[in-house]
């Protein structure tokens, strides 16, 4: 009896509380360990953690200004595509849903897994096949959630948000505590050179900034924003600069506690944190980060699945993908979709080649979206954006990125060019399927009117089967 469409849910706090929920969550409790191994010494990674924050402030603010010149949603998908054309944006869209999104939402389970696990195993490890079960049942959770309302899931969202902040607040209490009390041989020759290694560099920064990803987080829902122009900049800004001051002393509080070679040999940082420096709440600190990943892996599905919408709507993912249950007023076909790979990666994927996995792809796009702001003010000087940022923000912040990815080349080449090939599949995918007059070149009319009748039957009932139909109200 209602129009179905998106509804504008999404207020500031709600907005602040995706980007805090989005950014805090496994990274900070898994990736010091990546980090320390790449940058070689405690100085060196702290620096690396630093400047990581400075970086994701700069992509933060490069999208702010986007999100305020671009009025849709879809994230780096809908950035590329207006400002770079349809070639890279949907071979963005071909390596985000085969590899960086099941890769990240894989690694955020598996560390929900293992931290939920650890109180009842300690001070052994938890069994492998039980961390993935158990990373798969609150993978399914979210995802049933999701399904089920936005409404509930922005109000999770919130309430995690908070659980992560105490979190965080565990670790930093009792670290700065012991600091305060004179603790400080965890840093003498904080700054050792001989343990730097450059090339290992690029795959530090690959950790750090998975720690901090999840700043781009409301671009992907910029339709359902309550007053976006404002909304968008104020929230990035509060956001990341809580989560860059979180960060600092929560890494500074783990080498209070732990030196080099704990830090390298944990499993779960925060747990052997925990152990060493506050055993009164070693059952407590694990449920904790393990809440905060379930609010990670709540706030991935909740944006990703409104980029295969956005793509489906734009006519580069199939037609189903941008339809929304009649009555739940959620786009159903696209947060189920990503399931299967998720499972699949998560049965046989380790943390971190999964992180290096992932993080090529991811940074080279988020890259070309910076890039494209670039373009798109050249290309549109009399635009009025109610939020600009210096022209510095966005070339530094592409360069480094584009750089990043290069150097990666050296530091991990298998993982890193499985990525590259990820992305470079597209290609013919994009010129036999989505670039019409090179795919009425290659297929015969015959061939292609059959692929255009099977595919219409199966959304019709596919369409049927979910109870969706296609939005009703244009929202940008």
Request: charged share 10%.
């Amino acid at each position: 009896e209602e129009a179905v469409f998106l509804r504008k849910k999404i207020t500031l706090l709600r907005a602040f509380s995706l980007l805090i929920g989005s950014m805090v969550g496994s990274g900070i409790f898994i990736s010091p360990k990546g980090v320390l191994t790449n940058s070689g010494s405690v100085g060196f990674s702290l620096v690396v953690w630093f400047a990581c924050g400075i970086l994701s402030m700069f992509g933060a603010l490069c999208y702010a200004e986007l999100g305020t010149r671009i009025t849709k949603s879809g994230g780096h998908y809908i950035y590329i595509l207006e400002t770079l054309g349809p070639l890279p944006s949907f071979l963005f869209l071909w390596a985000e849903f085969f590899a960086i999104r099941p890769a990240n939402s894989a690694v955020v389970s598996l560390a929900f897994g293992r931290y939920m696990l650890e109180p009842f195993f300690a001070p052994c490890a938890a069994p492998v096949p039980a961390v993935k079960l158990v990373s798969l049942l609150g993978y399914y959770m979210v995802l049933t959630l999701n399904s089920w309302s936005v409404t509930w899931s922005a109000r999770l969202q919130t309430a995690l948000s908070i659980v992560k902040l105490l979190a965080l607040a565990l670790i930093i209490v009792p670290g700065m505590m012991l600091l305060a009390q004179g603790h400080t041989e965890n840093f003498q020759d904080a700054f050792d050179r001989q343990s730097l290694a450059l090339d290992k560099l690029p795959l530090a920064f690959y950790a750090g900034m998975f720690a901090y990803s999840g700043w781009f987080q409301t671009s992907f829902v910029r339709e359902e924003l309550v007053r976006p122009e404002r909304n968008i900049p104020l929230a990035v800004i509060v956001s990341v600069i809580t989560v860059i001051v979180g960060y600092m002393l929560t890494n500074v509080s783990y080498y209070t506690v732990l030196g080099t070679q704990d830090v390298l040999a944990s499993p779960a940082v925060a747990v052997s944190f925990v152990q060493r420096a506050f055993k009164s709440l070693i059952s407590v600190v694990p449920v904790l980060v393990a809440l905060s990943c379930f609010g990670t892996m709540n706030g991935g599905i909740f944006t990703f699945s409104r980029t295969l919408f956005v793509a489906s709507r734009e006519g580069q993912w199939p037609p189903l993908f941008s339809m929304i249950h009649i009555r739940r007023h959620t786009p159903l076909p696209a947060v189920m979709l990503m399931f299967p790979l998720v499972t699949a990666m998560v049965c046989i994927g380790d943390i971190y080649h999964l992180m290096n996995f992932f993080s090529f792809s991811r940074w080279l796009f988020i890259g070309l979206a910076t890039l494209g702001l670039i373009v798109h003010r050249h290309r549109h000087p009399e635009l009025h954006s109610p939020f600009k940022v210096p022209l510095f923000v966005p070339v530094s912040f592409t360069i480094i990125c584009l750089f990043t990815v290069a150097m990666s080349f050296y530091s991990d080449p298998v993982n890193i060019s499985i990525g590259c090939t990820m992305v470079l599949s597209g290609f013919p995918v994009y010129y036999l399927i989505i670039h019409r007059q090179m795919s009425n070149y290659f297929l015969q009319p015959k061939l292609s009117s059959l692929f255009s009748h099977l595919s219409d039957y199966l959304t019709h009932k596919l369409q049927l089967l979910l109870e969706v139909v296609q939005q009703e109200i244009k929202t940008y």
